[in-house]
Each structure stands twice: as C-alpha cells, then as structure tokens.
C-alpha cells in the first residue's frame, strides 16, 4: 500500500485530511523507476479550488500521456496544516506519490490571479527550494510559472527559472526534451535555461537586465545573454479540435468549488470589453468543434460519473455552435439524470428556453453583467450590451416567471462621473419597473429581487486599460457610497439590494498587477511577516502589506494612481500576445472618446492577434 | 428491487468521511453503469441509502449500503462491474437481493462489532483476558457522553453485548449497539476500559476496524444477531 508524507496523527488532527491524500478517481500512478521526468503541477491555493482549475486538468493528462513523463499535483497546504509542517520540519510533497517535491525535475505552478503570489512563496518554503531563481542549483526542480498572471511576471520574476507565456499544450513537449538532452550531456543549469529560452514562448527572468530612469520607469529590458531574445511571443494552439483535452479528468473525494464535468468550448473572446485581460491575451477566438464537444461530454461523464456538466468560456453565447450542443446535452442528460449548469448566456429567447429545461425556474436567477450605469461608460468600456437589450432580456424572462435578478457592475472605471454611479441604480430601478409592468398582479409570485454587485475596478495589463490611473481606497469607497444611496433613492428601493466588494484588496491586487521586479523583495519580506493566502479575506493582512512596502521604500501609487504617458515602456512589454501596443493604444484614445469598437465577427480591428493565422481570423465574415 | 451492498473501507480511505463516501458511491455507480433507481421530482437523485456512518480514521469490513434498481444482471455481475471502478482501498463484497418486505438498512442495524488493535508504543501493558472479564462482570458501566445539553452518564452495560482480548495479538473485540437509538461509538467503550484501569486515555493509540454490522433476527430480549445482508439472497 501507498505510504503517506503525513501520519495518521497529524491527517486525524487537521481539516479535511482528503486534501494532502492523492489516490483520486482517475488520479494516475507510475513506476517512477520507469519515467524520466518527474513533473509536480502546482495550484498555489487550498485544494478544493485547485482541483477546480480546468488548465491543470488539460496538463496534467497531457503529461501523463508521455510515457517518460509522471505529472503529479500539488497544492497549498491549509493553514492547520502549513504551521504543523513548519513545526515537524515536514517538506512539502506530491499527492500521487507522496513524496517531497524538492525531488522533482519540474515544479510547474499556475498564476491564476495576483493575490496567490505569496502562496507561490509558501510553496517553494515548504518545498525547501531557495526562493530565489539564482540561489538554486540541480538539487532542485526547474520552477516554471504559467497562466495569466505569467503575463506580467515582473513581480515574482526572481522566484522563478521560466515562465511559460501562453497556452502549455505546445512547448512542454519540446521543453522535456531540451532538460533530458541538457541532464544527458551534463550542462549547467544556467546552460539549460539559457537554451529554454530560445523555445517559443518561455521567458527565463534572470537572463534579462532591467534599467531604470529616475522616476523607477522603465528605461530599458535587455537580454544579458547572446541568442536570448529581446521578446517573449505567447504560444497558443491553433486547432482547439484536433489537440489534447482530458477524458477522464481526476474526480475528488471532497466537494470542490467545480463539482462537475468541465467542457471547454472554446478559447479567447471577440467581443473587446477594454477592461478585461482575458478578452485580449486568449486572442483570436478559436472554437472547438461541436462534433468533438459532443462526443468529450459523452465520455467525460462515462468515466467520472458526475451528475452535473458545465460549459466553460468567456462569453459562451457567441459559440455558433451552441444551439445544436446544447440541444444535444439536453436529451442526452435527461436520459441520464445528469444536470446541466449554464454559463452565463445573453438574455434572449434561446437562453430562456434553455434555461427553463434545466432548472428549476423558481430557484434559479437571471444574471447580467452591465459592468457600468450608464451607456455613455458602456460606450467607454466597449460592453456592448444596450440599456434596451437588458430591460427586453428582463421582461421576456419575467413574463417566463423568473423574478430573481442579478446585476455586475464596476466602480472606478476611467472617466466615471457621479450620474455614471446613479446610473446603476437606476438601471436596477428600471429592472423592476420592467417586472411590475410586464408580470400582472395576480401572477406575480412576491416582489422582484435585484442584487447589484460592485466590484472595483484594477486595470490590467494588455488592455487599453493599461494606462488608466486606479481610484485609491478612499475614492472607491465614496463611489461606492454614493451607489448605495442613489439605490436608496429609487422607487423599488426594498426590490434591490446592493453588495459591494472589499476595497483594501482590490488596492493590492492593483499593485501587483502593474507591478515590477522593484516588488520581489517586499512581496518576498511580506510573507515571511506571514502573509499567506492573501486572497482569502480571513487572511489578508492589509496593514502589514502596507507596512512592508514602506519599509522596502516602495510608494504604491507608483504602481496604481499614476497616470502614465503613452510612450512609458511597461514591465511587460516584452511580451508579445499578439495584440500589438498600438491597437490597445489607439482602444484607449476611443475609449476617451466614448467610441464603440464593432467585435471580432462583425469586423476585424486590426488588433495583431491575425499574425496568428488561426480561429476568427481566418474565417470570413458574415458583413 | 433492492439491493443490499456490503463493503470494505481500509487504507487511506479511512480519511474520507460519511458524506464523501456517499457521493463517491454516487458517482461509482454511475460509472459503473448499474441501472438504479431514481427518486422523481425536479431534481432526481439516487436511491441509496447507507446502514451505520463509520468515523473518519475507522476502517472497515462490514459496511452496507442499499440500492434501487430497475434491473437485475446477477451478484457476481453486480460485484465486479462496481468493483471495477473502485479506487484503491474500498473494494465490493457482496450485493444480495432483499426481500420486499426488509426494512432500509439503517433502521436495520442493530450491532456492530468491532476489532481494535494498538499503534506502536501504545499496547497497554495493563490489558489482560482477566481484566476484560472484570470489566465485563460489572454489574453496571457509567459512562460520560457528551451531548448536546452538556455531559450526561448513562449505564454503558446493556449496550455492551460482548467483549474480548486476544492477549497473543493484543486485539481487543467487542460488540455494541450501533442502532440509531442507542449506538456506542468504539471511543466510549475503550474509554470505559482506561477508566476502569485507571490508564491514560489516548484516542490516537487505537486503530479500530469495524468487522460487521448487525440485524437482530431474534427478539430484544433474546438477540439473534446476524450479518446486515442474511436477510437478502445471491441472485
């Protein structure tokens, strides 16, 4: 039988021992005697969220797939469980295996989102691996770093060998290759990254040399090494069809936050909303193949048993396909009591219908997510979603006894004006007007309830965005306030009720963002004062974040209420996703000028992403 | 028609609780293919239900859990097509047809036994088949059980059906009421043991294995006790 990294004591002693256990459905066991390459695949958050994550599904059995390769997973110990492992001396380990991850070849770690960056840190700790890229030598596993946030790696660049910028169905193939020929003639390490960093779409930090001017802008980003080059191009796969994608996914024992078969229908997003990043660097859209979905969904819930299937994509309405893959998983999940969970759909006739075939119409809520009060901050951020379009989504559902809405918003978004804020509770007002006018009285089963959410806005690299100043904690506050008493004002004000996000983190979260290799060392000293799972409100610790940029000499508002001239080389700009700095240059002067621009099926913008001659690009148009 | 599942849990399962375990099940069968029943309404769901919850960290040999299905194959069928999709340390024993007339397999139980052995460094030196049939003379076991008004006593002997120590593997057996009105957690009774002889209790010295559930065929006064699948047949 297995032998576990932790006794029977500690496991009985902490929180659901299930997390740090392995030996899932569908999980997968190898000689280790008989693979070449020991990879341990990292989401660096508690368990239940990681094995939630669909990208390290899709490498996982990709790499599983390699005969020399056994990918394992690991995750962030819970702190119950961190503070016994740092009491014991305990190192960190894999869950198939069970054993310590300083042992590996690769340590590859998701970046899903900026506050995890000092769970990466807990990671390598407990791992016992130096934090620091250039303190580490054979002895420990190559640390590549991959995900969104690799799309600005400057902040956590010291603590990594690679960042893989892209998609990992491509290079991680060539990559295995290069580290068994590299370990076979006996290179350097140093040798060996040196070579990683002329594959496609790997970035080695610690081959590049950063020049700053007197205000701590970028002066220049060099490589310091001959052959490395000066910039790193995303990897994407070009036929989402004909490419890898997991049958049988790992299936936990413990409830995770996505309990279900995930079916990824297609990557990227045409519609160019300026604020979102995911819109911009997944360019161009790519669809998978509706014939290949249908026949993934069959098998996935065959070998998982799943009573419940989602389909995952930014705006899933705009897959043509969606119609006919919908209709099939509808009879097909019939037959087979096995529940569909929709992502969310524009609001028309189609959505409703579908909607009201899979769930229960009175539990469920419609959702939209306007993003802004007004059109004329619409117009700015280029949501293309009307005023008119929202109330006839609105109606059309009421009169089809639905009377649950809820509504997504930002505060703090470039431009914004008191009337833009008003706008969003008025906006809510006219949903409920729209229900007392539609649904007579004798119909209507209680009041409307709307729930308008906040979120603050933090601007993101890679989007026209990238330039906008961010509001301090004080001004996102006070927008916030004035949202709530504009709620207050309205008619149907009991009909509505309005949640509003945490501003101290939505600060921080703008700092690492924008931010530069200048924040290593404070991100660095801020989890050794013991900042970890900052993304967790119960463990965020505001104050001593605050506390240590100061002592680090580092002033904040460089990183999130400064404006920034058009010609300032960003930390990032070496990357290149495709969509080129003068497209998102020229989506921020429109956006200025409160100027719509049409989405990728209606007309193409010329933004950069066509030089990947793939997806939307390559198709014709239907104007 | 119902089927009575039987079931062990050993090794690293025995960290999955109750609730896990059900929806483990839920999803085996599915895979499995076994044709079950479905409860109707909006959101249909299995028809399963399990006999005695057993306690994270327990492992296990007799654990039951009854099935609705809307189709028969055999025992043999059944057992191995679920087996098949058994993760490591749960493995399928027998399914047995019920009666129509059998009542569901937790308002059956009425026993379990159990067999306890002890982690190195923790075998007690004072446990002794004397003392066990000391303990086990007592006219009466007051015990401490905590609940949900605070701590209560309650007589521990008639709940306590048997009880012996293997003194050559130093094992210790015992069977007590685990039906849902008066079940004795393993921890009790060996708690009572420690008290008796005045020992340090420490509930991380045991590791504990539930050997069977029990039906009582006979009457109250006069217990038959049985296996939870005596009342079904092969099929």
Redesign the interface.
């Known amino acids: 039988m297995r032998k576990l990294a932790l006794s029977d004591e500690i496991l009985l002693n902490i929180e659901k021992p299930a997390r740090y256990i392995g030996n899932e459905v569908n999980s997968v066991m190898k000689d280790k005697n008989s693979v070449d390459i020991r990879f341990a695949m990292c989401f660096p958050d508690v368990y239940e969220i990681g094995m939630s994550h669909l990208g390290i599904q899709i490498l996982y059995d990709m790499l599983n797939r390699y005969e020399d390769t056994w990918c394992e997973r690991v995750y962030s110990p819970w702190p119950d469980l961190d503070s016994v492992m740092r009491a014991r001396n305990i190192a960190l380990f894999a869950l198939e295996s069970q054993e310590n991850i300083k042992d590996f070849d690769f340590l590859g770690i998701t970046i899903q989102y900026e506050m995890c960056y000092t769970n990466i840190l807990q990671i390598l700790d407990l791992s016992q691996i130096p934090f620091h890229a250039c303190d580490r030598d054979w002895d420990c596993p190559i640390v590549i770093g991959g995900g969104p946030c690799a799309y600005n790696p400057e902040p956590i660049a010291d603590f990594f060998d690679i960042f893989y910028i892209g998609e990992g169905e491509t290079q991680y193939r060539p990559l295995l290759d290069l580290y068994k020929k590299c370990k076979a003639e006996g290179c350097s390490r140093k040798e060996f990254l040196i070579r990683a960093s002329q594959l496609p779409g790997l970035y080695v930090p610690q081959l590049y040399e950063v020049t700053y001017n007197e205000d701590y802008t970028i002066k220049a980003y060099t490589p310091t090494v001959d052959g490395v080059p000066a910039t790193v191009r995303k990897e994407i796969v070009s036929d989402l069809t004909n490419t890898v994608y997991p049958q049988k996914p790992v299936v936990p024992f413990i409830k995770c936050t996505q309990d279900r078969v995930v079916l990824e229908i297609q990557r990227g997003c045409i519609r160019g909303c300026r604020f979102c990043q995911a819109g911009q660097i997944y360019r161009p859209v790519r669809e998978r193949d509706v014939n290949m979905l249908k026949e993934y969904a069959v098998k996935m819930l065959e070998n998982t048993g799943y009573e419940e299937i989602s389909l995952s994509s930014l705006s899933s309405s705009d897959y043509s396909q969606l119609e006919e893959l919908v209709t099939f998983l509808i009879e097909r999940c019939k037959e087979k009591n096995v529940n569909i969970s929709l992502p969310s759909l524009r609001i028309d006739a189609f959505s409703l219908d579908v909607m009201e075939k899979v769930q229960d119409v009175k539990k469920s809520s419609l959702t939209f997510a306007p993003e802004a009060g007004s059109q004329r901050l619409r117009n700015v951020i280029n949501k293309g979603l009307t005023e008119e379009v929202i109330l006839k989504g609105a109606a059309l559902a009421f009169e089809g006894g639905w009377n649950r809405v809820k509504l997504y918003f930002m505060l703090g978004l470039p431009t914004e004006t008191d009337e833009d804020i008003r706008g969003i509770a008025e906006l809510s007002d006219k949903i409920a007007m729209a229900y007392y006018d539609t649904v007579p009285k004798e119909k209507r089963n209680g009041r409307v309830q709307i729930v308008a959410s906040t979120s603050f806005f933090v601007p993101k690299p890679f989007t026209p965005f990238q330039w906008a100043p961010q509001c301090t904690k004080e001004e996102f506050l006070e927008k916030a306030y004035t949202a709530k008493h504009a709620i207050m004002e309205q008619l149907n004000q009991k009909s509505i009720k309005y949640n509003w996000h945490e501003a101290d983190a939505s600060v921080m979260e703008g700092i690492l963002a924008r931010g530069d290799r200048r924040l290593c060392t404070p991100i660095l000293k801020a989890y050794q004062k013991g900042c970890i799972f900052d993304a967790w409100g119960e463990y965020y610790k505001h104050d001593v974040w605050m506390e240590t940029f100061t002592e680090c000499g580092i002033d904040t508002a460089f990183y999130t209420t400064r404006a920034r001239s058009l010609d300032e080389i960003f930390p990032w700009d070496f990357i290149d996703c495709g969509v080129t700095k003068e497209f998102l240059k020229s989506e921020w002067q429109r956006a200025l000028h409160e100027e719509v621009t049409k989405n990728c099926k209606e007309q193409c913008n010329a933004c950069g992403a066509a030089s990947f001659q793939c997806g939307i690009c390559t198709m014709k148009r239907s104007s | 028609m119902k089927l009575r599942v039987k079931f062990s849990k050993h090794?690293?399962?025995r960290?999955?609780?109750h609730l896990?375990v059900m929806?483990?099940f839920?999803?085996?069968?599915?895979?499995a293919g076994i044709d079950i029943a479905?409860s109707a309404g909006?959101?249909?769901h299995q028809i399963m239900s399990f006999a005695a919850p057993l306690g994270?960290?327990l492992e296990s040999n007799g654990e039951y859990m009854d099935i609705e299905v809307n189709s028969l194959t055999s025992s043999k069928e059944f057992v191995k097509a679920l087996n098949a999709?058994m993760?490591?340390?749960i493995e399928i024993l027998e399914a047995k047809l019920l009666p129509e007339t059998a009542g569901n397999a937790m308002a059956s139980v009425a026993a379990a036994r159990y067999a306890v052995a002890f982690?190195e460094g923790y075998i007690p030196a004072f446990l002794t088949n004397p003392v066990i049939v000391d303990f086990c003379g007592q006219s009466e076991i007051i015990v401490a059980k905590q609940t949900k008004k605070g701590e209560t006593t309650f007589d521990l002997k008639p709940f306590l059906y048997e009880c012996t120590y293997d003194e050559e593997q130093n094992m210790l057996y015992f069977t007590v009421d685990a039906s849902s009105s008066g079940n004795v957690k393993p921890a009790l009774l060996l708690k009572a043991v420690y008290d008796r002889c005045n020992a340090e209790f420490d509930e991380?010295a045991f590791l504990i294995t539930r050997e069977e559930t029990y039906l009582n065929i006979g009457t109250q006064e006069s217990m038959q006790l049985k296996p939870l699948g005596f009342i079904g047949s092969d099929y």
């Open positions: 090794g690293v399962l960290f999955i609780g896990d929806r483990y839920q999803k085996a069968i599915r895979r479905y909006f959101s249909p994270v960290g999709q993760a490591d340390g982690r991380f």
